[in-house]
Protein backbone atom coordinates (compact mmCIF):
# COMPACT_ATOMS: atom_id res chain seq x y z
CA UNK A 1 0.00 0.00 0.00
CA UNK A 2 1.32 3.36 -1.15
CA UNK A 3 1.46 6.23 1.53
CA UNK A 4 -0.67 9.51 -0.44
CA UNK A 5 0.13 12.18 1.99
CA UNK A 6 2.48 14.53 1.14
CA UNK A 7 5.40 14.95 3.01
CA UNK A 8 7.60 17.76 1.27
CA UNK A 9 6.46 20.47 3.50
CA UNK A 10 4.58 22.02 5.95
CA UNK A 11 1.08 22.28 5.02
CA UNK A 12 0.08 25.78 3.20
CA UNK A 13 -3.05 26.06 4.91
CA UNK A 14 -1.29 26.40 8.07
CA UNK A 15 -0.68 29.34 10.34
CA UNK A 16 1.96 31.11 8.72
CA UNK A 17 5.66 31.68 10.55
CA UNK A 18 7.86 33.98 12.05
CA UNK A 19 9.71 33.95 9.38
CA UNK A 20 7.43 34.94 6.33
CA UNK A 21 5.84 37.40 9.27
CA UNK A 22 9.32 39.01 9.15
CA UNK A 23 9.90 38.65 5.12
CA UNK A 24 6.40 40.82 4.82
CA UNK A 25 8.19 43.40 7.46
CA UNK A 26 11.40 43.20 5.50
CA UNK A 27 9.64 44.93 1.93
CA UNK A 28 7.90 46.94 4.19
CA UNK A 29 10.92 48.69 5.69
CA UNK A 30 11.38 51.90 4.04
CA UNK A 31 7.69 52.65 5.56
CA UNK A 32 9.01 51.88 9.05
CA UNK A 33 11.37 54.32 9.18
CA UNK A 34 8.99 56.67 7.50
CA UNK A 35 7.09 56.20 10.34
CA UNK A 36 9.61 56.86 12.90
CA UNK A 37 10.34 59.89 11.14
CA UNK A 38 6.88 60.92 11.53
CA UNK A 39 7.39 60.50 15.39
CA UNK A 40 10.39 61.83 16.12
CA UNK A 41 9.51 65.46 14.40
CA UNK A 42 6.22 64.90 16.55
CA UNK A 43 8.53 64.52 19.32
CA UNK A 44 11.04 67.90 18.32
CA UNK A 45 7.52 69.70 17.89
CA UNK A 46 5.81 68.73 20.98
CA UNK A 47 9.36 69.89 23.13
CA UNK A 48 9.43 73.42 20.93
CA UNK A 49 5.54 74.16 22.27
CA UNK A 50 5.48 72.24 25.39
CA UNK A 51 1.83 74.19 26.13
CA UNK A 52 0.36 73.24 23.13
CA UNK A 53 1.97 69.28 23.65
CA UNK A 54 0.54 69.97 27.22
CA UNK A 55 -3.04 69.98 25.77
CA UNK A 56 -2.66 67.61 23.45
CA UNK A 57 -1.43 65.02 25.72
CA UNK A 58 -4.71 65.84 28.42
CA UNK A 59 -7.38 65.62 25.13
CA UNK A 60 -5.45 62.11 24.58
CA UNK A 61 -6.22 61.06 28.33
CA UNK A 62 -9.56 62.71 28.03
CA UNK A 63 -10.62 60.34 24.99
CA UNK A 64 -9.03 57.49 26.69
CA UNK A 65 -11.26 58.22 29.62
CA UNK A 66 -14.24 58.45 27.79
CA UNK A 67 -13.73 55.39 25.93
CA UNK A 68 -13.19 53.33 28.84
CA UNK A 69 -15.98 54.79 30.72
CA UNK A 70 -18.01 54.01 28.15
CA UNK A 71 -16.71 50.18 27.80
CA UNK A 72 -17.57 50.34 31.44
CA UNK A 73 -21.13 51.60 30.64
CA UNK A 74 -21.40 48.23 28.33
CA UNK A 75 -20.36 46.14 30.38
CA UNK A 76 -22.14 47.14 33.50
CA UNK A 77 -25.46 46.41 31.45
CA UNK A 78 -24.60 42.34 30.91
CA UNK A 79 -24.10 41.95 34.79
CA UNK A 80 -27.02 40.45 36.22
CA UNK A 81 -26.28 41.32 39.82
CA UNK A 82 -27.55 44.89 40.09
CA UNK A 83 -25.38 46.00 42.83
CA UNK A 84 -22.41 45.03 40.30
CA UNK A 85 -24.02 46.56 37.89
CA UNK A 86 -24.34 50.07 39.83
CA UNK A 87 -21.31 50.24 40.94
CA UNK A 88 -19.76 49.23 37.11
CA UNK A 89 -22.29 51.81 35.42
CA UNK A 90 -21.54 54.74 38.37
CA UNK A 91 -17.74 54.03 37.47
CA UNK A 92 -18.40 54.46 33.70
CA UNK A 93 -20.07 57.61 34.40
CA UNK A 94 -17.39 58.95 36.58
CA UNK A 95 -14.78 58.04 33.27
CA UNK A 96 -16.83 59.91 31.46
CA UNK A 97 -17.87 62.79 33.24
CA UNK A 98 -13.66 63.27 33.96
CA UNK A 99 -12.97 62.71 30.66
CA UNK A 100 -15.00 65.36 29.23
CA UNK A 101 -13.83 67.48 32.14
CA UNK A 102 -10.17 67.22 31.01
CA UNK A 103 -11.39 67.87 27.03
CA UNK A 104 -13.10 70.67 28.31
CA UNK A 105 -10.86 72.23 30.40
CA UNK A 106 -7.08 70.78 29.76
CA UNK A 107 -5.17 73.45 31.45
CA UNK A 108 -7.10 72.21 34.39
CA UNK A 109 -6.84 69.15 34.24
CA UNK A 110 -3.30 69.01 33.63
CA UNK A 111 -2.76 70.69 36.64
CA UNK A 112 -4.33 67.92 38.69
CA UNK A 113 -2.38 64.89 36.50
CA UNK A 114 1.00 66.82 36.78
CA UNK A 115 0.43 66.75 40.83
CA UNK A 116 -0.27 63.18 40.62
CA UNK A 117 2.93 62.63 38.33
CA UNK A 118 5.09 64.36 40.65
CA UNK A 119 3.46 62.13 43.74
CA UNK A 120 4.14 59.25 41.87
CA UNK A 121 7.41 59.82 40.78
CA UNK A 122 8.75 60.62 44.57
CA UNK A 123 6.41 57.70 45.89
CA UNK A 124 8.20 55.36 42.84
CA UNK A 125 11.61 56.88 43.78
CA UNK A 126 11.47 56.05 47.81
CA UNK A 127 10.14 52.58 46.23
CA UNK A 128 13.04 52.18 44.47
CA UNK A 129 15.49 53.03 46.75
CA UNK A 130 14.04 50.38 49.67
CA UNK A 131 14.37 48.37 47.13
CA UNK A 132 18.34 48.78 46.37
CA UNK A 133 19.08 48.80 50.01
CA UNK A 134 17.07 45.39 49.92
CA UNK A 135 18.96 43.98 46.82
CA UNK A 136 22.43 45.26 48.50
CA UNK A 137 21.63 43.15 51.69
CA UNK A 138 21.24 40.06 49.54
CA UNK A 139 24.19 40.55 47.85
CA UNK A 140 23.09 41.88 44.18
CA UNK A 141 23.91 44.99 42.29
CA UNK A 142 22.10 47.63 44.00
CA UNK A 143 23.86 50.71 42.60
CA UNK A 144 22.07 51.80 39.31
CA UNK A 145 18.51 51.33 41.36
CA UNK A 146 19.73 53.73 43.41
CA UNK A 147 20.43 56.05 40.97
CA UNK A 148 17.07 55.13 39.46
CA UNK A 149 15.15 55.91 42.41
CA UNK A 150 17.36 59.36 43.16
CA UNK A 151 16.23 60.68 39.73
CA UNK A 152 13.02 60.05 40.24
CA UNK A 153 12.93 61.34 43.45
CA UNK A 154 14.51 64.07 42.52
CA UNK A 155 12.16 65.05 39.15
CA UNK A 156 9.14 64.23 41.08
CA UNK A 157 10.04 67.20 43.67
CA UNK A 158 11.25 69.27 41.06
CA UNK A 159 7.47 69.26 39.74
CA UNK A 160 5.89 69.45 43.07
CA UNK A 161 7.49 71.98 43.44
CA UNK A 162 7.16 74.47 40.58
CA UNK A 163 3.76 73.12 40.75
CA UNK A 164 1.57 74.42 39.34
CA UNK A 165 3.78 76.16 37.18
CA UNK A 166 4.83 73.07 35.91
CA UNK A 167 1.62 72.03 34.76
CA UNK A 168 1.73 73.98 31.66
CA UNK A 169 4.78 72.28 30.42
CA UNK A 170 5.63 68.97 32.54
CA UNK A 171 2.89 66.54 30.49
CA UNK A 172 4.16 68.44 27.06
CA UNK A 173 8.08 67.40 27.50
CA UNK A 174 6.62 64.07 29.01
CA UNK A 175 4.76 63.61 25.34
CA UNK A 176 7.74 65.40 23.22
CA UNK A 177 10.29 62.52 25.14
CA UNK A 178 8.60 59.38 24.86
CA UNK A 179 7.22 60.00 21.07
CA UNK A 180 11.02 60.49 20.17
CA UNK A 181 11.91 57.48 21.66
CA UNK A 182 9.22 55.70 20.01
CA UNK A 183 10.10 56.95 16.62
CA UNK A 184 13.73 55.97 17.24
CA UNK A 185 12.55 52.63 18.21
CA UNK A 186 10.52 52.13 14.73
CA UNK A 187 13.52 53.86 13.13
CA UNK A 188 15.84 51.19 14.48
CA UNK A 189 13.84 48.16 13.91
CA UNK A 190 13.26 49.62 9.90
CA UNK A 191 16.61 49.86 9.68
CA UNK A 192 17.58 46.42 11.05
CA UNK A 193 14.92 45.00 9.18
CA UNK A 194 16.88 46.36 6.10
CA UNK A 195 19.80 45.42 6.66
CA UNK A 196 18.14 41.49 7.13
CA UNK A 197 17.21 41.56 3.53
Given amino acids: MTNTASTSGPSSSGPPSLADGLKVLRDKWGWIVALG ?3 VLAGVVALGSVVAATASAVMIVGIMMIMGGAAELIAAFGVKDWKRAAFWGLLGVLYVAAGIIAIL ?14 AALVV ?12 RS ?12 LVSLLLGFMIIAQWPASS ?3 L ?3 LGIDLIF ?4 WISMGLALKRRT
Fill in 124 to 135: GGVLRIFLAFAM
Fill in 182 to 185: IGSG
Fill in 105 to 118: NPFAAASILTLMLG
Fill in 168 to 170: FFV
Fill in 37 to 39: VVF
Fill in 138 to 149: AGKPWGWVVLSG
Fill in 172 to 174: GIF
